[in-house]
C-alpha cells in the first residue's frame, strides 16, 4: 500500500537552514505528483509547495517562495524540501502527501498522506 514517511524535522534558528524528506514505497514515484503542507498550532493546514511528476513544474506559496526548494530523486524513491532563511513562522508540522496534480499556479488535493515532522524554528 502507499506509504509516505517523512524525516528530518527539529529544532533550528532563525536565519538557519534544514532538509527534510518524504520516504516512499507503495507506488512508481515518477508517475505522479508530490507536495509538501504544514499545520502551525491553532491554524489550518496550508499547503507549502509541489512538484509535478516529470519534475517540469514546481509551485510554492508566496509565505516560502525563494526560501524552499522542491526536489525528488525517483531512484530513491524520495522527495525532498530544502528550506533556508527559516523564519519563526515556519514553525508548523509539516506533511508530504501524495497529490492530484501540481502546476506552476498551484496544487490539487491530497491523495495520501505521510505523518508529519515537527519544525521549530527558535533561538
Known amino acids: 500500500q502507499v506509504q509516505l514517511v517523512e524525516s528530518g524535522g527539529g529544532l533550528v534558528q532563525p536565519g538557519g537552514s534544514q532538509r527534510l524528506s518524504c520516504t516512499t514505497s507503495?507506488?512508481?514515484?515518477?508517475?505522479?505528483?508530490m507536495g509538501w503542507f504544514r499545520q502551525a498550532p491553532g491554524k489550518e493546514r496550508e499547503e507549502v509547495s509541489c512538484?509535478?511528476?516529470?519534475?517540469?513544474?514546481?509551485y510554492y506559496a508566496d509565505s516560502v517562495k525563494g526560501r524552499f526548494t522542491i526536489s525528488k530523486d525517483n531512484a530513491k524513491k524520495t522527495v525532498y524540501l530544502q528550506m533556508s532563511s527559516l523564519k519563526p513562522e515556519d514553525t508548523a508540522v509539516y506533511y508530504c502527501?501524495?497529490?492530484?496534480?501540481?502546476?506552476?499556479?498551484?496544487?490539487?488535493?491530497?491523495?495520501?498522506w505521510g505523518q508529519g515532522t515537527q519544525v521549530t524554528v527558535s533561538s
Open positions: 502527501a501524495r497529490i492530484r496534480w501540481c502546476a506552476s499556479h498551484g496544487m490539487g488535493t491530497a491523495q495520501h
Open positions: 512538484i509535478s511528476s516529470s519534475d517540469i513544474s514546481t
Open positions: 507503495g507506488f512508481t514515484l515518477s508517475l505522479y505528483s
